[in-house]
């Protein structure tokens, strides 16, 4: 039997897409520390299968236990996009994170941002309009893996939005 990892993971409240967050790996912080944006109360999250908006709190991340050497994971990326608010005289930046498959471009990170629903806001409350400038993508932390729906078998994305678009209704 393989040794189990230890793995923080935020739940999308949509589709129940479990997304790992990767380990922080910065000077003066220990190894298994998980990432959390700096100074901030909340995480804003835009789900790469259902394109739902949450914002979740650091109480609401779960520890899940997973092999060690699980083949069946597909590797992928944690990312933070940032838009500039272009509500006139307000200039705050509109922050979201997401994840996608371990090799997507950054567009196709700002693309997840830019389908979620409801629309991301700045902390003035300004929506993000279709006319907001990107102002920086980024990979956050290492690699991380997509894990497998709770019975073990990996869902396909059919299988996830059919389950997400029956919740809404």
Not at 67 to 95: K, M, R, T
Not at 116 to 122: H, I, L, M, T, V
Request: charge should be neutral; charged fraction near 20%.
């Amino acid at each position: 039997m393989s040794p189990m990892h230890r793995l923080h993971v935020l739940v999308c409240p949509n589709c129940e897409e479990r997304i790992v967050l990767p380990h922080r790996n910065l000077p003066g912080t220990l190894g298994g520390q998980y990432y959390w944006p700096t100074n901030a109360l909340t995480l804003t999250l835009a789900c790469p299968y259902c394109a739902h908006l949450s914002e979740h709190k650091e109480s609401g991340i779960r520890l899940e236990g997973v092999e060690a050497e699980a083949p069946n994971l597909p590797p992928s990326v944690f990312w933070q996009v940032a838009f500039a608010c272009d509500q006139e005289n307000c200039g705050l930046l509109i922050v979201v994170h997401t994840r996608t498959e371990a090799d997507a471009l950054p567009d196709e990170a700002a693309s997840v941002v830019w389908r979620a629903r409801p629309k991301a806001r700045c902390a003035k409350g300004h929506p993000l309009s279709d006319n907001a400038m990107v102002d920086q993508v980024q990979k956050v932390g290492g690699r991380t893996h997509r894990l497998l729906s709770q019975d073990g078998e990996q869902d396909s994305r059919n299988q996830r939005c059919n389950r997400a678009k029956a919740l809404v209704v």
